[in-house]
T-cell receptor, first 115, second 114 residues
């Protein structure tokens, strides 16, 4: 399809529980990006993939965050042992090739609430 | 590293009046610039981008933006605002050097008053 599909739309987890978010990029798009939007609207880059390979992971809090993009599966972002400050909207974006030329298409996001 | 400044938190404009949302950037190399709009509880929708070519870029829903290299600005404009334009607007930049990620501004809430 021509949209980036993110599931679930909403996720509530108790502090310390695991959270797993999914992103199906647009078919044919080889780049996937994850961003975290916190309460004051700030977008924080987390990680990007080129196909199933990590392209840039310098934004990831590696202690508890991990991500994968496996062939023929949605990409995933997993948070082990969630903390209150992980509450945010997590956006996934995909791009066909060089993002600057083709632009990024964003999904609708997953709102994670840690209680 | 790239960065974006959107100096105003909120922009209020009367319906039918011109709308301007300001954006300045800092980047290594040449800039690739984007504007996105976010409606409540929705994702980011692409409005327009500047890669190269004409400094005036026309995008979706009647929006346009002007790239000004000397002022490192990429202000978003619409000649006549609609109530339905009320939303959160984000400017983003990527440089031709360095990493592949987009850097976002903090966003501007636009309120169009009927």
């Amino acid at each position: 399809g021509e949209e980036v599909a993110q599931t679930p739309k909403h996720l509530v987890r108790g502090e310390g529980q695991k959270a797993k978010l999914y992103c199906a990029p647009i078919k044919g798009h080889s780049y996937v990006f994850w961003y975290q939007q916190v309460l004051k609207n700030e977008f924080k880059f987390l990680i990007s993939f080129q196909n199933e390979n990590v392209f840039d992971e310098t934004g990831m809090p590696k202690e508890r965050f991990s991500a994968k993009c496996l062939p023929n599966s949605p990409c995933s972002l997993e948070i082990q042992a969630t903390k209150l400050e992980d509450s945010a909207v997590y956006f996934c974006a995909s791009s066909r090739a060089l993002p600057a030329n083709y632009g990024y298409t964003f999904g609708s996001g997953t709102r994670l609430t840690v209680v | 590293a790239q960065s974006v400044a959107q100096p105003e938190d909120q922009v209020n404009v009367a319906e039918g009046n011109p709308l301007t949302v300001k954006c300045t950037y800092s980047v290594s190399g040449n800039p690739y610039l984007f504007w996105y709009v976010q409606y409540p509880n929705r994702g980011l929708q692409f409005l327009l981008k500047y890669i190269t070519g004409d400094n005036l870029v026309k995008g979706s829903y009647g929006f346009e933006a002007e790239f000004n290299k000397s002022q490192t600005s990429f202000h978003l404009k619409k000649p006549s605002a609609l109530v339905s334009d009320s939303a959160l607007y984000f400017c983003a930049v990527r440089g031709t050097r360095g990493n592949n990620r987009l850097a976002f501004g903090k966003g501007n809430q636009v309120v169009v008053i009927p």
